[in-house]
């Protein structure tokens, strides 16, 4: 590469460039995951994408660690590791909610552009991806057995980017769980503006049952109620898995 042409931008310029490569390497990875779903089925991707990982990131890591000049502790960084326990907890939550505004930003930006049917039907096709991949990456996180029932589902719910950001409680009543969500961001925000719900049911249909079938073939999911539907002021939407007998 001609270094010439970044010496010639300004540091603002720099730093602005710095995120745009940043940027395009996410953009990059995202293609390459959605193209070999197209490929080879979303499973098959799933499975590559954890094998590609655990190969990128160190060497990654590793490659930052030398520019930026900070040590690594186990392919991780050494200050990440470190960090107070509280302020890591944070940092997680930090990146919940980034994830969640760029899924705002990307639904209203197809909404504004064109309308709300399309900005939904983008929406839960996404659902139809991410979802299963969340439930796999962190069935690996917590090395759980392949059919790791109710029990692996109540853990894995737990870790997901949304319970860093919503409130929801888990009830577990015999050979059922009940998901319920408390308190939502997004609904809470239309309520303060005055809005009403977000038919969010859509979503959620596609969204928990292909989450707890990647934790568990067996676990079969219900909606107890979700909007549009008409929910009591305790919680926001409520969801049953179950495994037949």
């Not at 098959?44 to 190969?55: C, D, G, Q």
């Not at 929801?168 to 309520?191: A, Y």
Request: proline share 4%; glycine share 6%; aromatic share 10%.
């Amino acid at each position: 590469m001609n270094t010439n042409s970044l010496e010639k931008l300004s540091q603002i310029e720099l730093a602005h460039y710095a995120i745009d490569v940043l940027r395009r390497v996410m953009l990059h990875y995202g293609i390459w995951f959605n193209e070999v779903v197209h490929q080879l089925g979303l499973e098959e991707a799933i499975r590559l994408e954890e094998e590609v990982s655990a190969s990128f990131f160190p060497i990654a890591i590793k490659r930052l660690s030398k520019t930026l000049g900070f040590q690594t502790e186990s392919d991780l960084p050494t200050w990440l590791v470190n960090m107070e326990k509280e302020r890591l907890i944070g940092l997680i939550k930090a990146m919940s909610f980034n994830w969640l505004a760029g899924d705002g930003v990307w639904f209203r930006t197809v909404e504004d552009n064109y309308d709300m049917y399309t900005g939904k039907r983008c929406n839960d096709t996404c659902w139809t991806r991410y979802s299963p991949l969340e439930a796999a990456m962190i069935k690996s996180f917590l090395q759980l057995p392949q059919q790791s029932g109710l029990d692996g589902l109540e853990q894995a719910l737990n870790l997901r980017l949304y319970a860093q950001i919503n409130e929801q409680t888990i009830e577990r009543s015999g050979d059922e769980l009940i998901l319920r969500m408390v308190k939502c961001l997004v609904q809470g925000t239309r309520k303060r503006k005055g809005l009403p719900d977000y038919p969010c049911k859509s979503a959620g249909v596609v969204e928990f049952p292909a989450f707890a079938r990647m934790i568990d073939s067996r676990i079969r999911t219900d909606c107890i109620s979700c909007p549009p539907d008409e929910h009591p002021k305790e919680w926001l939407c409520a969801w049953r898995f179950y495994i037949p007998e």
